[in-house]
């Protein structure tokens, strides 16, 4: 299980999360939404250790990433794939090079290492572009590659930045896709955040709205499309025109 | 859940107390991290530890040492000897120039041997490479960092310094010596052509003066001083290429930080030597 625990992160005089609680429930994924720049990255780098709370902790497995060791640190982020916004493949790599990258040093014997490059590849159907280099790939492609990275690694969770963002309806839909099929055949858990609400509904089991640095509402995807909260209905229905809403979200909504 | 947590208040760096107030001035200055002469100290040190945890891990690094090599030296011979070639000519005919009239002509040998070797050589090879690699390196490891590939690294359980900075470092040090060995020897080629065809000068007249001042000494001394170069111009590039921030304006900002920073390096460390083994 992950567990946000009052996470305050600043980046000089800029607040980016403000007290942000969140459990993330086992074998389930998790999508948090919220604008552009509301710190939905900045969340999921702290899972790995990329960024420390200034306040508060972040705990995964019972372990607070903030104060594991170097090699602690390391063990834990084996067990964790990440996806990146913009795929972050090697670019002096070919993409089967990416992959097994990440796989050296495991442990694993040569043929296991192939069949896991193999069968990843598989997944994300990406197997004609083994031998592509990352900047032959179109964005869609580079996507499902670095899907394919983090999956070879067999984590027990993984975590996905913008699957979506800057890709057209269609090839979202085969992300998102893609991603229900991840979690379907290895059972992870997955952690995603996204601006993109007809993604989010597709592949979310829970809902979590971060807004000024916190959870504003978190539920089931029909608990969050029935929410009466007016900041969250706006931002679900992409409505331009904010309703003059502040403070914390109303009792009667559905919520925590 | 939707809970928020208290607002985060800021830290004045500095709070009038009428107990100790030495004491809370130097945990104010040791609370606000990485500012100030606290910050840079805790910056150094932690570096320093991280550099040798890094040199430590073996099996990430040493892989990839021969392939830096061949990209940081073998690559640069190139213009390493373009270099030279121009610096013997020069040298040849500025010596003659001076020397014409009041020193014997054959110490045109002694002056071209003696400042390739021992300071032309390492120096310029340096600041060539300097331009060369530590952009090189600066731009890459910056859109490395500015396109997350870093972090992705990391997350792969990777320690960076002993993937990215570890080979760079070790093949700067051990390749620059080598290209300035054939900047050397290419320069000096260079200097006895020019005196045996454009000067009143045979080659064992060149030769004699080449050999009058010679010491072992001074190819050692220059060798060393390129060795320290190659460390300092490539962990420059690799520093500079890991802050960087803010996309391509940010990867064209370490780079030349990089050049400008192993340029002056270059000249510290030419000065260091100096004084230390002269």
Not at chain 1, 87 to 111: H, K, P, W, Y
Not at chain 1, 192 to 198: A, E, I, K, P
Not at chain 2, 62 to 74: E, F
Request: charged share 20%; glycine share 10%; aromatic share 6%.
């Amino acid at each position: 299980m992950i567990l946000f625990d009052e996470v305050s992160k600043s980046f000089g005089p800029r607040t980016v999360l403000d007290g942000f609680s969140l459990e993330v429930p086992d074998g389930q994924t998790t999508v948090i939404v919220g604008y552009s720049g509301s710190g939905k990255s900045v969340a999921l780098k702290h899972i790995v250790g990329l960024l420390r709370p200034d306040q508060g902790r972040v705990v995964v497995d019972g372990q607070v990433v903030h104060e594991l060791d170097r090699n602690h640190l390391a063990e834990l982020r084996r067990s964790i794939g990440y996806v990146f916004q913009f795929a972050a493949l090697f670019d002096s790599m070919t993409v089967e090079e990416n992959i097994r990258l990440g796989l050296a040093r495991r442990g694993l014997s040569q043929e296991e290492v192939e069949h896991r490059i193999t069968q990843s590849l598989r997944l994300v159907e990406l197997e004609e572009a083994r031998q592509q280099m990352p900047a032959e790939l179109s964005g869609g492609m580079r996507k499902r590659a670095g899907i394919a990275r983090a999956i070879a690694l067999g984590p027990r969770y993984i975590l996905y930045d913008e699957p979506t963002t800057g890709l057209d309806p269609v090839t979202s839909a085969v992300i998102d896709r893609l991603m229900i099929r991840v979690r379907q055949e290895s059972g992870a858990t997955g952690v995603v955040v996204t601006h993109d609400m007809r993604s989010a509904y597709t592949i979310g089991d829970r809902i979590a709205m971060l807004y000024e640095g916190a959870i504003r509402q978190v539920g089931t995807v029909d608990e969050i499309r029935a929410t009466r909260d007016p900041l969250v209905r706006q931002f679900i229905e992409g409505r331009p025109n904010a309703p003059a809403v502040s403070g914390p979200a109303p009792r009667t909504g559905v919520g925590p | 859940m939707a809970s928020k947590g208290v607002k985060q208040t800021s830290t004045p760096l500095f709070t009038p107390s009428r107990a100790r107030p030495t004491l809370q001035f130097v945990q104010h200055l040791l609370a606000v991290r990485g500012t100030g002469v606290g910050g840079a100290i805790e910056r150094v040190g932690r570096a320093a530890i991280d550099s040798l945890r890094a040199l430590t891990d073996v099996r990430t690094w040493a892989p990839l040492v021969v392939a830096q090599m061949r990209r940081l030296g073998v690559d640069s011979v190139p213009i390493a000897i373009f270099i030279a070639v121009f610096t013997g000519i020069v040298l040849a005919l500025l010596s003659s120039y001076t020397f014409t009239g009041a020193v014997p002509l054959y110490f045109v040998g002694s002056l071209v041997g003696k400042t390739i070797m021992m300071e032309l050589g390492p120096v310029l090879t340096g600041m060539a490479l300097a331009g060369r690699v530590g952009a090189n390196i600066a731009a890459e490891l910056g859109t490395m960092r500015v396109t997350e590939q870093v972090d992705a690294l990391e997350t792969l359980a990777y320690d960076t310094n002993a993937f990215l900075i570890v080979p760079r470092v070790l093949a700067g040090g051990i390749m620059f010596p080598v290209v300035t060995a054939f900047a050397v020897a290419i320069g000096v080629t260079s200097g006895w052509i020019t005196a045996v065809n454009l000067l009143d000068l045979s080659t064992p007249e060149f030769l004699k003066g080449l050999r009058l001042f010679y010491q072992f000494k001074d190819i050692w001394f220059g060798l060393v001083k390129a060795g320290s170069f190659g460390l300092a111009v490539t962990l420059m590039g690799c520093l500079q290429g890991l802050r960087a921030t803010g996309g391509a304006q940010g990867v064209g900002r370490a780079a030349t930080r990089a050049v400008v920073l192993g340029c002056e390096a270059i000249l510290v460390l030419d000065a260091f030597w100096a004084i230390v083994l002269l």
